[in-house]
């Protein structure tokens, strides 16, 4: 994954294809910071046409533009609406290789429902803040988190017509 909200912090970039920078995108209000290192599978293209979204559970917060190689576990199923628009923004759960005390974390049943329950409730107050709903509709295992990414994978190598 590519980082583009650390951990710990309040500001969310968004990696700009045109210059190879990470550009301030939005800044959390006072008192919230991202509960997780947030950020994007590269080479994929979800349903709302950016790349698949993704959080990483880590030891530590990770610089905005690092690669961070992660173990997917499973997949919290969400809708967002912006406007009058509705579609799929699934928000993938990751643990980083490179944190050890992570090892166990195998699939979303490996972590408590607290825990996801937190993540959720981040991401509707997240998009509340930025006027648009989101709503978790399921959490689904490894295999099914495996299967978005391969979609995900083949809709960014099909021309655009195939789409």
Not at 89 to 100: F, H, K, P, Q, Y
């Amino acid at each position: 994954m590519i980082i583009e909200g650390t951990r710990g912090t309040r500001a969310k970039c968004k990696y700009n294809p045109e210059y190879g920078t990470f550009d301030l995108s939005y800044v959390l209000p006072e008192g919230a910071v991202f509960p997780f290192d947030f950020g994007f599978v590269p080479s994929t293209v979800a349903p709302d046409g950016d790349p698949l979204d993704i959080i990483a559970i880590s030891g530590s917060p990770t610089p905005v533009g690092c690669l961070v190689e992660v173990r997917v576990v499973g997949v919290i199923e969400a809708e967002q609406t912006q406007g009058e628009k509705t579609f799929r923004n699934d928000r993938l759960v990751s643990v980083a290789i490179a944190s050890g005390q992570h090892d166990g974390i195998r699939d979303l049943a490996n972590l408590s429902s607290t825990l996801l329950d937190q993540f959720e409730n981040f991401f509707v107050s997240y998009n509340r803040m930025r006027n648009r709903e989101f709503k978790p509709k399921r959490r689904s295992d490894h295999e099914t988190a495996m299967k978005l990414i391969d979609r995900a994978v083949q809709a960014f190598k099909a021309p655009s017509s195939e789409i």
